[in-house]
């Protein structure tokens, strides 16, 4: 559980009248949940290869001989996925990439991504 967790809960039960904890705990979930999803879309830009300028990172996606990758340059210069089919699968895990950052910045680790 998160930090983040426990205090969604222990706010609710500080304004909500009556559910039972397992209702508090049961809407901190969902809410978790809806997050990743709030996270707006990285903007891309390019001719010849794409990229996106955050506060924190840039995020590019080159072509190479076995498919397409995305590298990371910012705080760490990274290679976060290689091998991808398509420009739009590296556009993917970009975005992936860049929602698991933001979520791991509030405590809460998600699946498939690796910031």
Same mark, same amino acid.
């Given at each position: 559980m998160s930090d983040?967790? &426990?205090n969604l809960i222990g706010m609710m039960a500080e304004y909500l009248p009556h559910p039972s904890d397992d209702e508090y705990a049961d809407?901190? &979930?969902? *809410?978790?949940a809806a997050l990743p &999803?709030?996270?707006?879309?990285?903007?891309? =830009?390019g001719e010849h290869y794409a990229y996106c300028t955050l506060? %924190?990172?840039q995020y590019q996606i =080159?072509?190479?001989?076995? !498919? %397409?990758?995305v590298q990371a340059d910012g705080y760490a210069s990274a290679c976060i996925a290689s091998?991808?089919?398509s420009v739009e699968a590296a556009k993917a895990?970009? @975005?992936a990439h860049y929602v698991a950052a933001i979520? @791991?910045? %509030? !405590?809460?680790? *998600? &699946? !498939? !991504?690796?910031?």
């Open positions: 983040m967790r &426990d809407a901190a &979930d969902a *809410i978790l &999803d709030m996270v707006k879309p990285l903007v891309w =830009r506060p %924190f990172c =080159r072509e190479a001989e076995c !498919g %397409f990758y091998e991808l089919e895990a970009a @975005q979520m @791991q910045a %509030f !405590g809460v680790v *998600i &699946d !498939g !991504g690796k910031p």
